[in-house]
């Protein structure tokens, strides 16, 4: 028996890798992440599955299900929202596996912000613009940040911040960066990212905050902000310059 944690995507039922989408269909157990995993999804579990919504269990309670699970001998199903790399509450669940000698392997999925960068139709490296992108949160009623992990520090790069669980915070996000960023950095905010309804807001630090209260926006949305949003004038990557070595076999530069 083993417990396939999935990353399920930011939403749409077809972002999802062909061996996620495979696992799902023979899992006979599938525990998953509320509203936040399609419908269209689920109907692809093998009919007589157990799904189970986790969204008002805490995790102790989802830990009994997995630990029955491997008890029946049923291999289960655990989607997660988007990726399982951030922001996913997986570490903990797999700390507990562990801890029981339950067996568990991971698939990961369409990250939120790849999604989102799609919506804009934005490449989020760009040559000579930015070349880092800064994934982070806002600690106002969650697991407080680390030192040293706070957005003024974090602004100070000048690098792409990506924010996750900021929606509510959208003003104190603008302050806490305008000092590094000025008023006129661009800045988007993509909302259900994928789904049909999809939102996008583009901007800048000036006015983005009355965009989001006018729009209603207030969870499943990423916030971005960076010069590489809205950069036109750049030079050319290495990667398809003619004066590149096209014998090189080494990992190409950009």
């Known amino acids: 028996m083993t417990v396939y944690f999935i990353g399920a995507g930011p939403g749409a039922a077809d972002l999802v890798t062909v061996r996620a989408q495979r696992l799902i269909e023979r899992c006979p157990v599938c525990l998953y992440a509320g509203s936040l995993v399609p419908a269209e999804l689920l109907a692809s579990c093998p009919p007589g599955a157990r799904l189970v919504n986790t969204a008002d269990l805490d995790l102790d309670q989802i830990l009994a299900e997995l630990v029955d699970a491997d008890r029946a001998g049923l291999d289960v199903a655990r989607l997660h929202s988007g990726d399982l790399a951030i922001f996913s509450a997986v570490a903990e669940q797999v700390r507990r596996l562990d801890q029981a000698g339950v067996d568990y392997a991971m698939v990961p999925g369409v990250p939120a912000f790849a999604a989102a960068a799609a919506a804009l139709k934005r490449e989020l490296t760009v040559p000579t613009v ?22 003024a520090t974090l602004g100070q790069s000048g690098a ?9 915070h959208v003003d104190r996000v ?8 000025g008023p006129d950095c661009p800045v988007a905010v993509v909302a259900m990212a994928s789904r049909p309804d999809e939102v996008v807001l583009r901007g800048t630090l000036a006015d983005i905050a009355e ?14 902000v960076g010069r590489t949003l809205a950069a036109e004038q750049f030079g050319d990557s290495y990667l398809y310059s003619s004066g590149r070595d096209r014998e090189d076999t080494g990992v190409p530069g950009r």
């Open 174 to 181: 603008v302050a806490e960066l305008l000092p590094h960023y």
């Open 130 to 151: 930015g070349q880092t992108v800064i994934l982070t949160r806002v600690s106002h009623q969650a697991t407080p940040m680390p030192a040293g992990e706070d957005l």
């Open 211 to 224: 965009q989001v209260k006018k729009a209603g926006v207030v969870r499943t949305a990423v916030i971005m």
């Open 160 to 168: 792409l911040l990506v924010l996750h669980l900021a929606m509510r």
